[in-house]
């Protein structure tokens, strides 16, 4: 009775297969690409997301856009999550991951139509994929200068930001990475080490890079040191406060002193934290949750200087940066969990004060961000993400490649004479999947109000001619194809690369896909059907 069985399975399940299923999906993926294409390169639109309370968001991020729409297609979904997947590895290309994935699909769909087998798509694609990132290698320039990685960390936020600012983002990035490159550490660096601070007033201009972690946060007590050249500091993951006696709580109070005792025993407890870390020489204490007000004076008289409340993250940069290891609370503390600092002082930002702390283990930097209104402020944050993360990626693997849709336009034109040397079908996967690579110069073109044919089939034949080669690429500003090694827009190796790595992926996972099974309670499916019938 398995035919039956399988009935009863699927009685609550709308079911779309073989090829319906795969248009439907390549629907989907086009939908969302044709939502991000317009913000490609320098001269791309920006959206702006409104929420449900009407709060809005401008951004020219694409990864930005997709994280914040509200997407209900499953395949949809996927293509935000390669978006995100190379956000979190090379932190730009974001927009050049989902489209490529949607030309890759919309290729294969043709193919399809024409009675090729998806598993052969799959082949040549695969096939086309190792062989353009073998050819990205060979042209990538690897003895890069100084101003060459200034220019690839500018060209990563032009069009995020107006040009002056993202300079000075870049200016910014680079003088963080200085600070924290001596550093071991994986990609995740620049966030162990790398504090961001928005603050209300000047311009975005006047954003600067503080060395040390500079906190909002004054002393708990006034009267405890303000500054100090150094010494030794604890990290309370925690809190310091004796548990409180819960307001409706009843306690039976069976004879006077009983109160009295009560709060005698929780000031003991606290004398017996204070007393151990004087005891381990510890002058600085920062604990995350509470300190109990009594502990207040006990500690400046111990001569310890106490900071409360803090944010995760701003301890896991404290922790790093002078080595103290975080301990749930004080009574867990080893002698090896106590870490240095080499000073701290008191700032102000914005008439609030703050402090700053050094630590011994090699530097930490703040980047103060400043903007007219808490959106500008957001946003100039992100770029300078984008900034730093790909300047921290750069320091690591110094390779580039031409921007302005040279390196695709080269790899298409390197595909389609590679895909005459394969035998059998996958060659036309080959080609589809060289066609695709052109959605980048294409987009390019289109985004700047140039024609988008005329420019492909331009730049493809600038490059084919005597003095051409792969380094030639579209010149937003002059509309002209020009070398862009001379123009200074470049693209990282790493982030082309995982580019194609993963929207391939992507692609490919789609089109594994023969079978889609849609649950029917699902009252926001959108109904495709109609719309396939139409096309298919
Ligand atoms: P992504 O999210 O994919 O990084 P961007 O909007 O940042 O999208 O656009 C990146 C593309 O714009 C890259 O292909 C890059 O080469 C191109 N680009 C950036 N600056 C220029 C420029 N000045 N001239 C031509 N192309 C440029
Ligand atoms: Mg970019």
Not at 371 to 377: F, I, N
Not at 422 to 439: C, K, V
Request: aromatic share 2%; proline share 2%; glycine share 8%.
């Amino acid at each position: 009775m398995v035919e039956s069985d399988h009935e009863v399975a699927l009685e609550d399940t709308d079911r779309i297969h073989g090829r319906s299923a795969f248009v439907n999906n390549v629907k989907a993926a086009v939908a969302l690409s044709s939502a991000v294409r317009s913000t490609l390169g320098p001269k791309g639109l920006d959206k702006m997301l409104v929420d449900e309370d009407g709060g809005a968001t401008v951004t020219n991020d694409g990864v930005t856009v997709l994280e914040t729409a509200k997407v209900e297609h499953p395949t949809a979904r996927l293509l935000v999550s390669t978006s995100s997947a190379q956000d979190r590895a090379a932190r730009d290309g974001t927009t050049t991951a989902v489209i490529l994935t949607s030309e890759l699909l919309q290729n294969s769909l043709e193919l399809v139509r024409t009675g090729i087998h998806p598993s052969v798509i799959l082949n040549g694609y695969r096939i086309a994929l190792s062989e353009a990132q073998e050819e990205l290698e060979r042209v990538s320039k690897s003895d890069i200068s100084e101003e060459q990685m200034r220019l690839a960390v500018a060209t990563s936020l032009s069009g995020k930001v107006d040009s002056a600012v993202g300079d000075h983002l870049t200016g910014l990035a680079l003088e963080a990475l200085d600070s924290i490159s001596a550093d071991e550490g994986g990609d995740d660096l620049e966030r162990l080490r790398v504090k961001r601070m928005r603050v209300k007033d000047g311009s975005t201009m006047d954003s600067e890079v503080v060395n040390g972690l500079v906190l909002p946060k004054s002393r708990m007590d006034i009267a405890s040191e303000a500054t100090s050249e150094g010494g030794r500091i604890v990290i309370i993951d925690g809190g310091m406060e004796s548990p409180s006696l819960d307001l409706d709580a009843s306690i039976e109070v069976t004879n006077l002193g009983a109160m009295k005792e009560f709060h005698d025993r929780a000031q003991n407890r606290m004398r017996e934290q204070v007393e151990q870390l004087a005891s381990m020489d510890v002058d600085l204490l920062v604990v995350r949750d509470g300190i109990e007000e009594v502990a207040s004076t006990m500690l400046t008289d111990a001569g310890i200087t106490a900071y409360r409340r803090f944010e995760r993250e701003d301890l896991e940069i404290l922790s790093r940066m002078t080595g103290a290891n975080m301990a749930r609370d004080s009574s867990r503390l080893r002698p090896e969990d106590v870490g240095t600092y080499t000073s701290r002082s008191e700032q102000a930002y914005s008439g609030i004060k703050h402090t700053r702390i050094d630590g011994s283990e090699g530097g930490a930097v703040t980047v103060v961000i400043r903007g007219s209104s808490p959106a500008v402020r957001e946003e100039v944050e992100r770029a300078f993400d984008d900034a730093m993360g790909v300047a921290l990626r750069l320091s690591k693997e110094p390779r580039l490649l031409p921007g302005g849709g040279a390196i695709q336009t080269h790899l298409a034109r390197h595909l389609r004479a590679f895909a005459s040397s394969q035998s059998g079908r996958e060659q036309m996967a080959i080609e589809a999947y060289a066609a695709a690579l052109e959605i980048v110069p294409r987009t390019l073109a289109e985004n700047s109000g140039l024609d988008p044919i005329d420019a492909v089939l331009g730049l493809s034949a600038a490059q084919a001619a005597k003095d051409g080669g792969a380094w030639v690429g579209l010149d937003i500003g002059s509309g002209q194809n020009a070398k862009m090694d001379e123009l200074g827009v470049f693209d990282p190796l790493f982030v082309s690369r995982h580019a194609l790595d993963c929207s391939t992926e992507a692609a490919c996972s789609v089109l594994r896909i023969d079978d889609v099974l849609w649950a029917k309670q699902d009252a926001q499916t959108p109904d495709w059907q109609s719309e396939m019938e139409d096309q298919d």
